[in-house]
């Protein structure tokens, strides 16, 4: 298994941005696809973006898309989520998580960080 710590989460008032980080144990890194989910108090976990091994496919939720994106750094072993003009509801606990196929289904994850809470203000 991969070992995950994200970071970066915060307050940020609606429209704002936050950088996320996830920091991997380097073991085999490169070879995860990565994802990231979130969960709002009362809801689901849900899938947020996914990027493939090598950062050359990515996919989001629709959501996000066009505001959120997706990289990674395999010599620094860290994924990082970009999140350009947020919102109220994109409020909740933000988890990466590493896994062996593409895909943006939590259950094919089987290595999570341990979250890191957004709050966007109105």
């Known amino acids: 298994q991969v070992r995950l710590v994200e970071s970066g989460g915060g307050l940020v008032q609606a429209g704002g941005s936050l950088r996320l980080s996830c920091a991997a144990s380097?073991?085999?890194?490169?070879?995860?696809?990565m994802g990231w989910f979130r969960q709002a108090p009362g809801k689901d976990r849900e899938f947020v973006a996914v990027?493939?091994?090598?950062?050359?496919?990515?996919m989001y939720a629709d959501s996000v898309k066009g505001r959120f994106t997706v990289s990674r750094d395999n010599a620094k072993n860290t994924v990082y989520l970009q999140m350009n003009s947020l919102k109220p509801e994109d409020t909740a606990v933000y988890y990466c998580?590493?896994?062996?196929?593409?895909?943006?289904?939590?259950?094919?994850?089987?290595?999570w960080g341990q979250g890191t809470q957004v709050t966007v203000s109105s």
């Open positions: 990027i493939s091994w090598s950062g050359g496919s990515t």
């Open positions: 998580a590493a896994g062996s196929k593409y895909s943006s289904l939590g259950s094919h994850f089987g290595s």
């Open positions: 380097p073991r085999t890194f490169g070879s995860y696809v």
